[in-house]
């Protein structure tokens, strides 16, 4: 099932996609209302409302390698920092290239979107925590990543995590393809089996220290290819069986709001 949040009247609503309808519902996963809107006409929003945003860093060797970060063993224990409800941006939006960095760069994921509260989760139990996976892009200002204590404006200033389109609930997270294009060019194509660290791993990890509340969203590691963006850029993240996050890159310093069309990728 895929679960979208958009626009509707007064106040953002969630809806269930089928086919070209969206079917709207008494919030996440509640039950429909019987109204209903076409898909094309609705205008997306960032289909989760996290608390907070746990991103795990360099879990594909390739990319840790590809930053020149391959200073011996492969990391024992992911590499874990915060983004808050402000980084979110909606799918098909505009986010401005902030004039404060020199190095801005993209990196496509695989989001999960949790479901229920969840705390020192068992392996056997970890995917039962999770609603869905959707498609992430975590913009990064590169160049104060090397400077900030805690990858704070590098990683989560205003409107760095675009998220979308929507979750989808039926999808096995263990080896789907994982791409980046920047308009139209390929950049990243890679797989989560070829993560360090997987998704059972990081759920079990996370929640030994933070509990997780529904609607939190945990970014799970880029695949090589990263790259800088320029003024006028469309970065497309595709992962498999969900869909295709389109993201522009405008001017200025604050993002500007306002989604383009749905684009639902593969």
Known sequence: MRLVRIEHGDAPQWGQVEGDTVHLTRGLGGERTGETVPLAGATLLA???PTKIVCVGRN???HIRELGNDTGDVPKEPGIFLKGPNALAEPGGTVAYPDWTRNFHFEGELALVIGQRARDLK???ALSAVLGYTCGLDLTA??????????FRAKAADRFCPLGPWIETDLDPTDLRVQTR??????QDGRTSHMIFDVVQILTYVTRFVTLEPGDVVLTGTPEGVGPLERGDTVEVEVEGVGTLVTHIGGGEHG???SGPVHTGG
């Open 142 to 151: 590169r160049d104060l990543q090397k400077t900030d204590l805690q990858w």
């Open 256 to 258: 500007v709001s306002g």
């Open 47 to 49: 289909p989760a409302e």
């Open 60 to 62: 594909y060797l390739d």
């Open 182 to 187: 920047v308009n139209g060019e390929p950049r």
């Open 123 to 125: 392996p056997d139990e």
